[in-house]
């Protein structure tokens, strides 16, 4: 659908469905990380965009790229500060400062 209209004022919805459904159904992360980075591009703005931003920064936590984690996470609150996700976007920054902390400390 987002495809043959992209302009119609649900594709950034079908997007997320598209994405949570390669991520959840058959555990390909990385399709789901391109079709999240893909919504976050083509709709900045969008009614989903919020939960896109939130679950790239669960996928790069899942991952332990806690640069690009943070990126996204730090992102949703930035423009979407309003989110129902906020809370658990700083939740996932703490967790992300913590692991960060113990990696550095680890490596003395």
Same mark, same amino acid.
């Given at each position: 659908? $987002?495809?043959?209209?992209?302009?119609? =004022?649900?594709?950034?919805?079908?997007?997320?469905?598209? =994405?949570?459904?390669?991520?959840?159904?058959?555990?390909?992360?990385?399709? $789901?990380?391109?079709?999240?980075?893909?919504?976050?591009?083509?709709?900045?703005? =969008?009614?989903?965009?919020?939960? $896109?931003?939130?679950?790239?920064?669960?996928?790069?936590?899942?991952?332990?790229?806690?640069?690009?984690?943070?990126?996204?996470?730090?992102?949703?609150?930035?423009?979407?500060?309003? !989110?129902?996700?906020?809370?658990r976007a700083?939740?996932?920054?703490?967790?992300?400062?913590?692991?960060?902390?113990?990696?550095?400390? !680890?490596?003395?």
């Amino acid at each position: 659908m $987002a495809r043959e209209y992209p302009e119609h =004022g649900w594709a950034d919805i079908a997007l997320e469905r598209a =994405g949570i459904y390669y991520w959840q159904v058959f555990g390909d992360e990385k399709r $789901a990380a391109k079709i999240f980075r893909y919504l976050i591009k083509k709709y900045p703005k =969008g009614r989903a965009t919020d939960n $896109a931003l939130y679950y790239l920064g669960v996928i790069y936590i899942s991952r332990e790229d806690y640069r690009h984690a943070y990126v996204s996470l730090k992102g949703l609150l930035n423009h979407f500060p309003n !989110s129902n996700l906020a809370s658990r976007a700083r939740v996932g920054i703490s967790y992300i400062a913590e692991e960060v902390k113990k990696k550095r400390e !680890s490596e003395g």
